[in-house]
């Protein structure tokens, strides 16, 4: 069955292309842009994308690509470039690429509020909009994309249906089979009209992917990582540019290519001195010649010490967040410390333990490869292993808190090797939905020791009680803050109704006044 549909598929896509190349083509060269033409004739993805918007129907597939290619010509879509955009555009953050709702899609966050009904600039935000679309598709070919409408803090102003129409139609018929949904927030009922016409538009079918939510219903589609604090989230995401928001995770590099190739099997001296310039940046050179003195004697052969300093390494790390996932527990939990350019540190480090019975698979990607390097970034775990995993920036690049790390993790066969070669194979054939994955934020302190690792037995008098009480501490400010953030959020609502009443109102008495001079004007 499932064969007989993929013959009938690929029946569809050739005479898709014949068609295409015979009735719209040959007459008109010039009418699109031969890249697109080209790319039709190649990517069997783009014509199905299309063909399945379509219902399999080629006419109306034809009819859809014509239009679809037109406007891609007339757009410049192959060419747009962050320079092909006004600067003002990318720095207000109006529109970008951040984070992923629960089903794994990506976000197109769309700030409403930052848009201003204007005809002179209306084609500079849909050129950002193609811009974005254009990227991700490129990139992510066939995955779907959750478009956030955030309406929180809008008003009249900012109702442009001219431009939401545009939107709908880059789904509808520029970019088919890319929608997922539409999360509406915070939609003010001053709006409810404009978005009857909105669901005319997209017709029956796709009335379906619209989501009105609020505070609360927004999290049945997007996790609180990935909302803002306005949303009830705890995403600590604050837009900026440059450089351009780009959530997308990539296998981190070093001097030599992607360390994924590299041999895991390093050599002894390496790890150890990567041990050993690992404590020395977290706790200074003073707690590091108190360590050495503790641990190391002259009447030990150099190989006896290194040893030593190996296994004190993993005794005195002691992390106070530990984040437990089905496969791997992690540490630390949400951040990653970095010093300062002042304090020296330079290295850090992520410590994971396999819980479960089975070797697990991991991989370690970075939203900012160029920065850091990451050794082992893509290796295996044995059952109850612990692995320490050394992250440190390279390339004379500052670490920025908008860096982010991503841990993917996932159970293998007891019978599956564990060489590049099989763990290259396993991420290609393992499922999505069997991949555990945990995110990471840099953080940069000043201090030259990180709160997120102590020293054992009181070497440095700080107990685990005094741990466990900082921690409560911090929870306790951060829970003050949400709550303040709040009460700011709740009177700026309470603001802008009172100015829609008081609007509404002098809207009234004007009307008022002016029917009263009519009649009286009449009467005269």
Not at 121 to 132: G, N, P, Q, S, Y
Not at 324 to 344: D, Q, R
């Amino acid at each position: 069955m499932a064969e007989c549909q993929a013959q009938n598929k690929a029946k569809l896509i050739s005479e898709t292309r014949r068609r295409f190349e015979a009735e719209y083509v040959t007459d008109k060269p010039d009418k699109y842009d031969p890249r697109d033409v080209e790319r039709l004739q190649q990517d069997d993805n783009w014509v199905e994308s299309y063909l399945c918007w379509r219902h399999d129907v080629v006419d109306e597939t034809l009819k859809m690509i014509d239009e679809s290619f037109q406007w891609r010509k007339e757009m410049a879509v192959n060419d747009l470039t962050e320079a092909s955009i006004p600067k003002w555009l990318l720095e207000i953050g109006g529109i970008y690429l951040h984070g992923y709702d629960k089903e794994g899609n990506k976000l197109l966050w769309i700030r409403v509020k930052y848009h201003v009904k204007d005809h002179k600039t209306i084609l500079d935000k849909k050129k950002l909009i193609a811009f974005w679309l254009e990227r991700y598709a490129k990139r992510e070919n066939g995955k779907p994309i959750t478009v956030m409408f955030d309406l929180s803090e809008t008003g009249i102003n900012s109702i442009d249906m001219d431009f939401v129409r545009f939107i709908i139609n880059c789904f509808k018929v520029y970019y088919p089979k890319y929608l997922s949904k539409i999360v509406i927030f915070d939609m003010p009922w001053i709006m409810n009209a404009a978005f009857k016409i909105v669901k005319s538009w997209l017709g029956p079918e796709a009335v379906s992917l619209l989501k009105f939510t609020n505070k609360h219903e927004v999290q049945d589609y997007v996790s609180v990582e990935y909302l803002p604090s306005h949303m009830g989230g705890t995403d600590p995401f604050k837009y900026s540019y440059p450089p351009l928001v780009d959530d997308d995770f990539q296998t981190p590099l070093c001097e030599n290519g992607p360390i994924a190739s590299e041999d895991e099997a390093s050599s002894k001296e390496d790890t150890e001195s990567d041990g050993k310039d690992t404590l020395e940046t977290i706790f200074g050179e003073e707690q590091t010649a108190l360590l050495k003195k503790i641990n190391l004697t002259d009447s030990t052969s150099k190989t006896e010490e290194n040893e030593k300093v190996d296994s004190k390494t993993k005794a005195f790390k002691k992390p106070l967040s530990v984040f437990k996932g089905p496969l791997l527990h992690i540490s630390p939990a949400e951040e990653l410390y970095f010093g300062s350019s002042e304090s020296g540190e330079k290295k850090t480090l992520i410590v994971l333990t396999n819980v479960t019975k089975n070797i697990v698979a991991f991989k370690v990607r970075t939203t900012a490869p160029e920065k850091y390097r990451v050794k082992p970034s893509n290796s295996s775990c044995d059952p109850g292993a612990t692995i320490d995993i050394v992250v440190s920036p390279h390339g004379g690049f500052p670490v920025s808190a908008q860096d982010r790390f991503l841990i993917m993790a996932a159970e293998m066969e007891q019978t599956s090797g564990t060489g590049p070669a099989e763990l290259a194979q396993f991420w290609k054939e393992v499922p999505r939905n069997k991949v555990m994955e945990h995110r990471l934020r840099c953080h940069i302190v000043e201090s030259s020791k990180p709160t997120s690792l102590t020293l054992k037995d009181g070497a440095f008098n700080m107990s685990d009680k005094t741990s466990e009480d900082m921690c409560l501490q911090l929870n306790r400010l951060l829970e003050s803050n949400r709550k303040l953030e709040d009460q700011v959020q709740r009177c700026i609502w309470f603001q802008q109704l009172l100015l829609s009443l008081t609007v509404l109102l002098l809207a009234f008495v004007i009307s008022f006044f002016y029917l009263l001079y009519s009649q009286r004007s009449g009467a005269w």
